[in-house]
């Protein structure tokens, strides 16, 4: 969703060190570079000029709501460049002060406090307070809210004010990665109304950029807020981000010089843009995976046995080859990607094996298999391709996979959920509780197979609060086992993020990872040379 160096100081509680006493002074006070990212040469970061950008994943049902945004195009604009949060992370996936300039936590981290930067201000004038701050965590909480993390926010038993300058949450039980999981995308910071609600339909918040024309699934403008509290950062003086979902018109328009960088680039074509010169591509391995969710109480789903004779049917280094031309790696049926510091080395790569496919299709008690697999691109650029060669594979265990092509639009309203098997992706979460919680627990908010697994479920809660990392990383490990073994997801790999953009549009020496389009603070992090 890239990593960097430079930090001249940060006094950091960060998202696992071990506490002391029963109050700790926390992260975010940071020194060097922008509020905890590395700094920029002054020579590199230049100010002025209109960024373009041509970005797939747009919807006629988008919404200036963050809590429902959903695909790049809503999210960049929101959480790039309108709005702000209390944490954001660092390009190492590490909590740093945003709108919060320090935090801090009782030992068992059910309590903590945030202390708000004072001094900024929302594009209609007003001046940030602990209003706002707790109207916008309250809008992803309580039964009646629609925002897509109630799952991860439904552990917070109480917002409250700590005098003038600071909120104080206090958690059902403890969560070592509160500081992460408030970086959440969904979760900015918008101006408070009278009666505790939030004002998210005007667009305003304390962001680099100030919203000036939105017309969902089309496009959007906005221009550089000129009272932005945060130095070394909206660089740029205006944005455009036009909604192109169809790869071939996005790349035409890049070529043609009507957007200057696009997102979700046709792999089989780098080569050729490379050859039109005055452009380059923007390459980063991170955690962006696609994903085959079958729902379980839809036959013959429910049978650990068919799952896992699915699972062993595909041939996820040929998806990698001929899919992504070796721009991504291999998945293992969970959604940690190597890179990640939790993530289980020790668990075998799960390859493709038809002798297997088909003694679990016995244990099944069947012989044979025919299921139905929805693909569309608008899940990923390859979906249908992908799920062709599925099929393909799948012929040799006894598997006989029709595929359905779904239409692009109202994909993620109509399949997604619906189907009971159907192609889709995720980008990352810089810690597993977030991916874990949001997709795969009981209750999760975007959860797209109905799986229901106790172990699972309470490793969950008892990694939480604990901050011993290596007890840690073995219950991350174990839940990893579990999805890879008994889950109800197929993640057959991962995929680099590609974009391309005009040589002149330049990036950070190191992007975020976690998220694409630099960890989705593209509009406010690159800038024209």
Known sequence: MNNGNGEAFRLALTRRSALKGMMTLGAGVALGGAFGFPALAAE?????????????????????????????????????????????????????????????????????????RKGVEFHNGKTLGVDDVIASINHHRGEKTTSLVKSIFSQIADVTADGTDAVKITLQSGNADLAVLLSDYHVAIMPANADGTVDWASGVGTGGYKLEKFEPGVSAAATRFANYWKSGRAHVDAVEVLAINDVTARQNALVTGQVKCI?????????????????????VKGYQHATLPMIVDAKPFGDVNVRRALKYAIDRQKWVDMLLNGHGTVGNDHPIPASQKYFDASLEQRTYDSDKAKAYLKKAGMDSLKVDLSASEAAFATAVDAAVLFRETAAAAGIDINVVREPNDGYWSNVWAKKPFCTTYWTGRSTPDAVFSMIYARGASFGDTRWDNERFN???????????????KEMYGEMQRVLNEDGATIVPMFMNYVNAMAENVRTPERQNADLPLDGMKAIERWWIA
């Open 263 to 283: 997102n979700r680039v046709d792999l089989k074509t780098i080569n050729l843009l490379k050859r039109q010169g005055k452009l380059r591509i923007d390459e």
């Open 458 to 472: 309470t490793l969950l809660l008892e990694a939480r609060p604990e901050k011993d990392e290596a007890k840690r």
């Open 44 to 116: 590199e970061a230049v100010r002025g000029g209109t960024l373009t950008m041509g970005l797939a994943g747009a919807n006629t049902s988008d919404s200036l709501d963050p809590g429902l945004a959903w695909d790049d195009f809503m999210i960049s604009l929101s959480y790039g460049g309108l709005r702000n949060n209390l944490i954001e992370l660092d390009p190492d996936g590490n909590p740093v002060a945003e709108l919060a300039e320090s935090w801090e936590s009782t030992a068992d981290s059910k309590t903590w406090i945030f202390r708000i």
